[in-house]
């Protein structure tokens, strides 16, 4: 029963956590916004409250609100690994279909700034080679997926210490 619980609620918290990633990344695009550091720290709010939140809720209402670290990181990963569904599944829509050439426009910044940089045409020529390689809208999803996993998954090492709760009830007497 608990199990079950736990996954609809992931499922439920994954949900919103993807679909949030989803606005902010459409409303970063529609802004030209380009700033990377501050959109991967806004991503990186959203999701840690996501969490927070999803967890919080699971625990509150489905564990009479007490939660050890371990089941307080389990929900957390599942919540983050339906959410990097949901995100990956946008990320090849976005690169198929909305935008097309968004490779290219990234291939194209990058040649820009290793020009900046003083690179040589030979190591340009390289970087843009394996940038291609890796480029495919497949491995993007993938690496989107992963990304965020592994991303969250650190995250969630710290965000679980936070929402545990133990269940002192049990306890016997404390000494002074």
Known sequence: ??????LKNSMLY??????SLILVSVLFY???FENGIVSMLVNYAVLIVWVAVGTISFRDNK?????????????????IIFGAFITSIYM?????????????????????????QGKSVEEIDMAVSWTKKFSTPLMLTFMTFIGQV???????????????????????????
Request: aromatic share 14%; hydrophobic share 45%.
């Open 150 to 176: 592994f991303w969250g998954a650190l995250l969630n090492l710290i965000v679980a210490i936070f929402l545990k709760k133990k269940d002192n009830r049990t306890a016997g007497p404390t000494e002074l």
């Open 14 to 19: 994954g949900a919103y956590l993807g679909l």
């Open 63 to 79: 564990l009479n609100g007490f939660l050890s670290y371990g089941k307080a990181y389990t929900s957390g990963i599942l919540i």
């Open 1 to 6: 029963m608990q199990q079950n619980a736990l």
């Open 92 to 116: 090849y829509f976005f690169v198929t279909v909305i935008e097309p050439d968004f490779m290219n426009k990234v291939i194209e910044k990058m040649t820009e700034d290793l020009q900046e």
């Open 30 to 32: 529609s802004l030209s």
